[in-house]
């Protein structure tokens, strides 16, 4: 293990300045807001698994934070939201690097692969197109080099009050200011924070581009941690990954444990004739979050009807949104224009906009219909 004091990577630059301009203010010019911590570069696994392992318990010292690509991470350390006194660098693990078929006829994708490789043309079998397109819609393309999918799938919301210092469980405070109707803001949520629902009060969406896709192809996501001497997997279909729930710390937004990695992330086997893809919504063209995003996958039927399918919506919740009713109605229905119409209208029954996101709902609606009916049509001339 490599341990310096304070090493300054300056991996955060372009995420900084971004996310200075996305909210409004400086970036801290000193990069060193709330003190340098202490850096340790892990070699192998077991070692980076096996600090994790130590805790506060063992050792006295409080658990080092992972760091991956930083783009999330030093952004918000530079905003005084995360103030880490131990870091761990991941970032070298041969372990958790590159993607390829696996033995049981799916994909496996490490950790550590960036959006980047994961948007290369060809680089993933065409049936998890959506993918591909998630992750070539998500940030810039330098951000995309550094940030990996493992980071992107743990990153924190995107929330202006969670950002900015004002009231937010995930900061520990008690209550949430972003759902208040004063609050309005096009990236609140309309689903999953209701009375009842596990995000209940929190006005925030999930940001992750690549988990809605990862959602709609039904993928798991491979944990590891250091038990009794040796490393213990397992693994968690991404739909259960995320909670939709707000609260500080690990577990938050994710089931992940604070002594556990995301090692990979599997793709099923997804037999042919089957497509998918991923449509995002933005109130401009690059460098933004999703406004709404729909990640769909369907196999076909002869027809083209409608064998098996999946939709997650992405913008619109806490985590991304599974829209299983509709899945259940398309089901064995051949796929025409008014079926997509009618997929769009039931895809937004139950929406409670807050006071700033009523728009989605028509967006939602019209991004379910459209994307079903391009689906329908690729499949007629192929
Ligand atoms: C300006 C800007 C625009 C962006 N736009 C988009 C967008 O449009 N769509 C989108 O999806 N994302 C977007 N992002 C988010 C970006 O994709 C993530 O910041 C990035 O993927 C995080 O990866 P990282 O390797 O840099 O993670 P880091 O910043 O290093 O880590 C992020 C978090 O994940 C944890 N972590 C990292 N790796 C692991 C692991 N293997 N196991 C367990 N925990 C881990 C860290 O401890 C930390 O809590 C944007 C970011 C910025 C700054």
Redesign the pocket.
């Known amino acids: 293990m490599r341990a310096e004091r304070g090493s300054e990577r300056g991996t955060?630059t372009?995420?900084?300045r971004?996310?200075a301009a996305?909210h409004g203010v400086p970036p801290d010019p000193s990069g060193t807001a709330a003190g340098a911590p202490a850096y340790a570069r892990a070699r192998t696994l077991e070692e980076a698994l096996a600090v994790l392992a130590g805790g506060p318990a063992a050792t006295g010292d409080p658990r080092p934070?992972?760091?991956?690509?930083?783009?999330?991470?030093?952004?918000l350390w530079r905003r005084h939201r995360?103030q880490p006194s131990r870091l761990l660098d991941?970032?070298r693990l041969d372990a958790?690097q590159g993607m390829g078929p696996d033995a049981e006829g799916g994909w496996r994708i490490g950790?550590?692969v960036?959006?980047s490789e994961l948007a290369r043309a060809g680089a993933l079998p065409p049936a998890y197109q959506a993918l591909a397109e998630?992750a070539a819609?998500?940030?810039?393309p330098a951000?995309?080099n550094?940030?990996?999918?493992?980071?992107?799938?743990?990153?924190?919301v995107?929330c202006w009050h969670y950002r900015s210092g004002l009231p937010c469980r995930f900061a520990g405070d008690d209550h949430c200011s972003c759902a208040a109707p004063e609050a309005a803001a096009p990236f609140q949520a309309i689903f999953g924070h209701g009375p009842g629902e596990p995000g209940e009060g929190c006005g925030a969406v999930h940001?992750?581009?690549?988990?809605v896709a990862l959602t709609a192809l039904g993928a798991e996501v491979e944990l590891a941690r250091w038990e009794a001497g040796r490393i213990t997997r397992r693994r968690v279909p991404v739909d259960a990954y995320f909670t939709g729930r707000p609260t500080a710390g690990a577990p938050g937004l994710t089931v992940?444990r604070p002594d556990?990695?995301?090692?990979a992330v599997v793709l099923p086997p997804l037999a042919e004739p089957s497509a998918s893809t991923y449509r995002k919504v933005m109130d401009r063209r690059v460098?933004?979050?999703?406004l709404v995003s729909l990640a769909a996958w369907v196999r076909w039927a002869p027809g083209p009807v409608v064998g098996a399918v999946r939709l997650a919506l992405g913008g619109v919740a806490l985590k991304p949104w599974r829209l299983e009713a509709v899945e259940a109605w398309l089901r064995g229905r051949a796929l025409d224009g008014a079926t997509a119409w009618e997929a769009g209208e039931r895809a937004v029954e139950g929406a409670r906009p807050l006071a700033g996101s009523g728009f989605k709902v028509e967006l939602v609606r019209s991004l379910v219909a459209d994307t079903l009916q391009d689906l329908a049509d690729r499949a007629a001339t192929t």
């Open positions: 955060a372009e995420a900084d971004m996310a996305e934070v992972v760091l991956a690509g930083g783009t999330d991470l030093l952004t995360r991941i970032g958790l950790a550590l960036t959006l998630a819609a998500s940030a810039t951000l995309r550094r940030a990996t999918l493992g980071g992107n799938l743990e990153q924190r995107r940001p992750s581009d690549p988990a992940r556990e990695l995301v090692t460098w933004q979050f999703a």
